[in-house]
Nanobody, 115 residues
Framework: QVQLVESGGGLVQPGGSLRLSCAAS????????RGWHRQSPGKQRELVAL??????NYADSVKGRFTISRDLAKNTVYLQMNSLKPEDTAVYYC??????????WGKGTLVTVSS
């Protein structure tokens, strides 16, 4: 059983910063891709950023503001979010794709950007 536990969400003012963390635990041999997705009310879930051995990739809407990183020893992926905007408000979900192509999802953490 693989578990993903996100943390770091909360309320922040526009222009502020937050750092999300996602720790993976359980029986998983390898991880091919780690990523973050988000879903706002009334919208479809969208990819925010992902990282693999080929490096990071970002949605155009967050390029230059968000940074994804990973700590392999801790089996943790991070999302540093700077210059936050109200439109970044969403539930953020951690996602990993195993070496065998299985998708795993966290339960999500809410980020609210509001003054």
């Amino acid at each position: 059983q693989v578990q993903l536990v996100e943390s770091g969400g909360g309320l922040v003012q526009p222009g502020g910063s937050l750092r999300l963390s996602c720790a993976a635990s359980g029986s998983i041999n390898s991880i091919r891709v780690r990523g973050w997705h988000r879903q706002s009310p009334g919208k479809q879930r969208e990819l925010v950023a992902l990282i693999s051995n080929n490096g990071p990739n970002y949605a155009d809407s967050v390029k230059g503001r968000f940074t994804i990183s990973r700590d392999l020893a801790k089996n943790t992926v991070y999302l540093q979010m700077n210059s936050l905007k109200p439109e970044d408000t969403a539930v953020y979900y951690c996602n990993i794709i195993s070496g065998t192509g299985v998708n795993y999802w966290g339960k999500g953490t809410l980020v609210t950007v509001s003054s």
